[in-house]
């Protein structure tokens, strides 16, 4: 709980977890866009249903440290990176942008059901479903891992 003093007598308690700014951006807009690594921190907390607060408690850091991160920082430290990364449970890679959002790469060259289900993408719509009809009778038919 914090106490705001309104009136020189009167005081106001309210719950710290309900804040009016809690988790918004607040002060002066920004002049100029927030750099690459705040972009892809931010995307990735809100997609995960984070606030600037709830990242921060699980990185053991501040909120306003969160929001610098985002908003401000051109060179994030490693140590930050690696936090970061670990409390939005995802790679560095995929914090950093070097690998897309929610794929995991593995090593090594593509196989070959990766090559021909790009293929089959590129098909018409109804050799596409074809196809997929095709591969829901094989799957049906073959035992159950």
């Known amino acids: 709980m914090i106490v705001i003093s309104r009136k020189k007598g009167k005081r106001k308690m309210i719950d710290q977890d309900h804040l009016y700014n ?3 951006m ?4 920004p002049l100029k866009d927030a750099p690459l690594f705040g972009q892809r921190l931010a995307a990735l907390r809100r997609s995960k249903g984070l606030s600037q607060r709830a990242l921060a408690e699980k990185m053991e850091t501040t ?3 969160i929001d610098y991160y985002e908003r401000r920082a051109e060179n994030p430290t490693l140590d930050f990176i ?6 939005l449970e995802v790679s560095v890679a995929e914090l950093l942008g070097s690998q897309p959002h929610g794929t995991r790469a593995k090593p090594g060259p ?3 059901l ?7 993408k590129l098909l018409p719509r109804k050799e ?3 196809v997929i009809k095709f591969l829901d009778t ?5 035992p159950k891992a």
Do not use: K, M, N, Y
């Open 22 to 24: 809690d988790g918004v």
């Open 26 to 29: 607040t002060g002066r807009p």
């Open 63 to 65: 909120r306003e440290v």
């Open 82 to 87: 690696e936090r970061a990364a670990q409390a």
């Open 110 to 112: 593509t196989s070959q």
């Open 114 to 120: 990766q090559r021909r289900i790009e293929q089959v």
């Open 128 to 130: 596409q479903e074809f």
């Open 138 to 142: 094989v799957l049906e038919r073959a």
